[in-house]
C-alpha cells in the first residue's frame, strides 16, 4: 500500500509484482537528446565530406596525370627519331635540317626515313606536333593530312624547348638553318586537366603538368 499511494501520487502504476514508473522524457529532455544527435551526425558527415574531398583530389589528379602521360610518351617516343636516315638524307619541302622542319614554342615538325628507302614521304615520317589554343587540344599531323586530336579538350598548354649540346636555350623559335643544326635536346612541358569537374564535394578540376627531355640522338 505504501508503494501504491507514493507512485499514484507521482502518476505512476504500482501491482503486486513492481512498481513502474510512467513519467517518461521532458521536452527539455527531448529537444536536449535531438540537439546532441544533430551534432554527431553533423560531425560524423563532415569527416566524410573531408575524406571524399580528399579521395576526389587524389583521383581527379591521377586522372590528368594519366591523361598527360599517355600523350607524351607517344611525343617522346616519336622525336626521339628524328633525323633517322640509314640511307641518306631525305629531301622535303619545306625544307628539313637533319631532319625538323620547324621548331616553334607550340609546334614541332619533324621527319624521318623509318623503312629506310630514302625517302620521307611514307606513313608516318613526317609527323607535326601542335598545340591548338582555341579548342586546347593536342594535335598530331601526318604526312601533311589532317590533324588527329589527340586529348580532349582538356590541354591547357604545351612548351616545347630547345638546347645545344653544352645546354645553351635557343631562341624560338628557331629559325635559322645553322641553330636547327645544333638543336640536340629538346624539353617537353605538357599540361592537361582532368575532366571530372568535381562540384559535388569540391574537388574541382585539377591540372597535371608533365615534363620529358628528348635526346635527338640521331643528330
Known amino acids: 500500500m505504501m508503494c501504491k499511494k507514493r507512485f499514484e501520487a507521482q502518476g505512476s502504476t504500482c501491482n503486486v509484482f513492481s512498481c513502474t514508473s510512467q513519467q517518461g522524457f521532458s521536452l527539455i529532455e527531448f529537444l536536449v537528446t535531438i540537439l546532441l544527435s544533430s551534432i554527431v551526425m553533423g560531425a560524423i558527415y563532415s569527416v566524410y565530406r573531408v575524406q571524399t574531398r580528399s579521395m576526389k583530389v587524389q583521383e581527379n589528379r591521377m586522372e590528368a596525370q594519366q ?20 640511307v641518306g638524307a631525305c629531301t622535303t619541302t619545306p625544307l ?8 616553334e614554342a607550340q609546334s614541332f615538325q619533324f621527319v624521318y626515313d623509318a ?13 607535326a606536333y601542335a598545340y591548338d589554343t582555341v579548342n586546347k587540344d593536342i594535335t598530331r599531323a601526318v604526312d601533311g593530312g589532317a590533324p588527329q586530336v589527340l586529348t580532349d579538350g582538356n590541354a591547357t598548354n604545351l612548351d616545347l624547348k630547345y638546347f645545344q649540346q653544352d645546354g645553351t636555350e635557343l631562341t624560338r623559335p628557331v629559325t635559322d638553318s645553322n641553330l636547327k643544326k645544333t638543336i640536340k635536346r629538346i624539353l617537353i612541358s605538357l599540361t592537361v586537366q582532368s ?10 578540376q585539377l591540372n597535371a603538368t608533365m615534363t620529358s627531355n628528348v635526346d635527338l640522338r640521331n643528330r
Open 115 to 127: 623503312d629506310a628507302d630514302n625517302d620521307c614521304a611514307g606513313p608516318d615520317e613526317n609527323i
Open 96 to 103: 628539313n635540317y637533319d631532319g625538323i622542319i620547324t621548331a
Open 67 to 86: 591523361y598527360a602521360r599517355s600523350v607524351l610518351d607517344l611525343m617522346v617516343r616519336e622525336i626521339r627519331n628524328v633525323g633517322y636516315f640509314p
Open 195 to 204: 575532366k571530372d569537374t568535381g562540384t559535388e564535394f569540391g574537388g574541382g
